[in-house]
């Protein structure tokens, strides 16, 4: 089973300020099959990026993926109100696995 | 607008077996082209694939869960359930249904709805 392993943990920042959070997997991650979602308290996971780099339908072009192998970014390059949450990786290029999260939150 | 609804029991007790049903509405299961799956959540956790169904009733489960889970689909309900056997406290989680077009990842979910295992 591919590990993923998110950080970090948490990231506190401003409105404005540029995101970087990143998600390391065990082993390669076989064409990139990764993606990123965004969850808010209450409620489900949003599909932000897929195969790595691609946005899902109505995602701001803010969100940006990124990385190949074993090292993915999520970037976000100005921080909306509304952007402040927990963000998880998901490969599935071997089964189907999550990372543990990265939660933005207000600094 | 494609919505989905979990329903079933918030409670189950230990050895039990956990039922949960996911309405589909706006679209049909019937028309093909997309997979349906349950994913779960525990508590403060990370997310946790369970296993998806196609219309054609195939389906693919997660290893670590697999001797355990069964998901099935009614289209003449637009409907698919998740059963999940002898389960234990460890099962406690919030239960998500979600739409897939290639089984790996997710653009619509439902709710989600808190099963609790507790004698």
């Known amino acids: 089973e591919i590990v993923l392993t998110q950080s970090p943990a948490t990231l506190s920042l401003s409105p404005g300020e540029r995101a970087t959070l990143s998600c390391g997997a065990s082993?390669?991650?076989?064409?990139?099959?990764l993606a990123w979602y965004q969850q808010k308290p209450g409620l489900a996971p949003r599909l932000l990026i897929y195969?790595?780099?691609s946005r899902a339908t109505g995602i701001p072009d803010r969100f940006s993926g990124s990385g190949s192998g074993t090292d993915f970014t999520l970037t976000i390059s100005r921080l909306e109100p509304e952007d402040f949450a927990v963000y998880y990786c998901?490969?599935?290029?071997?089964?189907?696995?999550f990372g543990g999260g990265t939660k933005v939150e207000i600094k | 607008q494609v919505q989905l609804q979990e329903s079933g029991p918030g409670l189950v007790k230990p050895s039990q077996t956990l039922s949960l049903t996911c309405t589909v509405s706006?679209?049909?299961?019937?028309?093909?082209?997309?997979?349906w799956s349950w994913i779960r959540q525990h508590p403060g956790k990370g997310l946790e694939w369970i296993g998806y169904?196609?219309?054609?009733?195939?389906?693919y489960y997660n290893p670590s869960l697999k001797s355990r889970v069964t998901i099935s689909v009614d289209t003449s309900k637009n409907q698919f359930s998740l059963k999940l056997s002898s389960v234990t406290a460890a099962d406690t989680a919030v239960y998500y249904c979600?739409?897939?077009?290639?089984?790996?990842?997710?653009?619509?979910w439902g709710q989600g709805t808190l099963v609790t295992v507790s004698s």
């Open positions: 979600a739409r897939s077009r290639d089984g790996y990842k997710w653009d619509y």
């Open positions: 706006g679209g049909s299961i019937s028309s093909g082209g997309y997979y």
């Open positions: 169904i196609y219309y054609s009733g195939s389906t």
């Open positions: 082993q390669s991650v076989s064409s990139s099959y």
């Open positions: 195969d790595a780099s």
């Open positions: 998901q490969q599935y290029g071997s089964s189907l696995t």
